[in-house]
């Protein structure tokens, strides 16, 4: 399979001001979108895919600007040889010519979310108001203020309706968001990975992540931007933390087992990496520090604690917030995923069957925990075309 | 069952210095203990109880001297009520008259681990050479130095032989290491929620909380005694990793589920707790870092992902390891333990199995997960009773 070539980041600014579930609005709100596959005149062939906590617009293909830190997460960010870091999207194994998103067929559009850190307004974005960036100053966001923000910007280009919104993790939050709130433009969903409600240990990890950049005094309240101080050090334990929920234990076992790094023996000490994990960890916190503002990682990573549908959408009822969809839905799981359960998505399959909604679930066998949703393209490929091709043909 | 009363905590200093693995001496060494039940005259009836990483001597009882918060770990800090904080030790429910460790029998006697903030020598002691504390001059420390530490104590006192060495966690490492490095003064190990090895996730946790301290500013290379500052940010953040670690995700589900804390509805905030279980870390980790010390959680922390019985003894081979062994051994673990994973104890069990050792192991169902093994008391106590009785009748 080929790819989408090479693609350059866009930007549009919503032309309207963005009210946000808070209560607040922000006046100015710039999108960074990418798009692959050519727009069907009657512009009935539009696939949204929302990115991750640590994604961006930057999807598929090779970027057109110098290539960035990979945005792909854990062993997806290893394991595709020599491509890390050099610019290739995120999800670039399911998007593009004959792939899961057949960009032969449909045309994918893909944005930053709001509250990112790569082109779309955010904490890092100046304040029109103050010329500043925003900093902790910026509006506490929502997965719903997010596909409102999704919603605005494809008005903008004058799409109406989505063949599909399709996502991974917190991506599938704002698939299932969408397939809810705007029943009347959402064909299909492809929710992978993802959940209606993050079980509590779930919302633990998250809220260890964020003391831990909320407790580095390089923080500053939030107003770092400009000191020549980011919260790096906390940050980079955050996603630590975030690094480990998404492997399984059997995955870090095969991997790295209790292998030293350097040396035949112990070095008796406790401020260096001794085994090959602990220089792993160190590894991934610290690419991910250079590329990723710590502000985003807050908002985004509270927008993900906070999404629930059925609190949301059905007075605490999942069956009664679906009740609205009308898209067919596809959901995938892994089995080893232990952060966003096969559970979850068969609670979610339950409660449509039960209304009698059109619902694909399937739990993919595989062993590497949340990240398979990155690394087990070729297995999730079929399934999705399978989905959309029958639903479109 | 009753108690064993008010307990006052003694020291007594090593009469010789002490070699340590990594090649350094520690010229002076104090260890903090405390006996439960009176020595018999043949002084074979001794009990040695080792605690896990944030315990003290005072496992049991009483403290005579003023109330510190609770060592006891998670849930069963809180669980026991009205008791934590109150002075009552962490193995309170184990050890005393027709308990487990029955003190009506045995001599029970528990020490502070060299290494440790409670007593015993560790960072925060003054080194000799300096008199100001070792911080992180203190040489960095093994499983094996904590049981040659208790061996010396032990020959201090005339106790030559031990009726049985108990722990759970990384005071289940230190009875196995007893097990195998002093065969023929030990009669009985039992060996409690622990392994052999740590799994390389378990590694990485360990790992994910020492970076946490490690990147607190205020650590300031480990020479924070006297300074004003602790790093209290990054113990706090490590002490919640471990705190989940120390929970089934089952368990948190079945205390917390998603319940907000303060309101029925969200209140848009990203520095603030917002569900139950955010709130609850929050405490855990205040009240932790109130009592413990940074260092001595980093030198413990290291110390037990050091440990590695088939590297250490074996060449590689558990078995080869556990050849020596010539105490009868119990194992006991917990179905819902992911940190310290019954498989863990099953390998031990199978290992002493093949050499033809006497060893019983036990797999607790129950829904706590690693803290478990400071809960499921009521449990526990008819199968140690047994075990050791059994050995002695």
Redesign the interface.
Known sequence: MTSVGTVETQYLDLPQPLKL??GRTLDRVRVAYETYGALSPARDNVILVCHALSGDAHAAGRSATAPEASTRDGFAADDRDGTAGKGLGWWDGMIGPGKAFDTDRYHVVSTNLLGGCRGTTGPSSADPATGRPYG?DF??ITVTDMVRTQRAFLDALGIERLAAVAGGSLGGMQALEWAVRYPDRVDNAVVIASTH?????G???N??A???I?????WQGGHYYGTGRTPA??M??GR??GH?TYLS?QA??DK???RLQYADD?R????E???E??NY??HQ?DSFTRRFDANTY??LS?AL??F?LA?QHGGGSLVRALERVAARTLLLSFSSD?LYPPVASREIEAALRLLGKPVESHVIDAPYGHDCFLLEEARQIPIVRHFLHEGTS
């Open positions: 579930e808070c902790s509006p506490v409600a993050l079980h509590p240990q919302i633990a990890w809220a260890i964020r003391e831990a909320l407790r580095d005094p390089a050090g906390g980079g334990v630590m933390v480990i234990a870090l076992e790295f087992a209790r112990i008796y000490t406790v401020t990496p001794e085994f994990i602990e960890l160190r916190a807050l908002y509270r604690t906070y629930d609190r232990w």
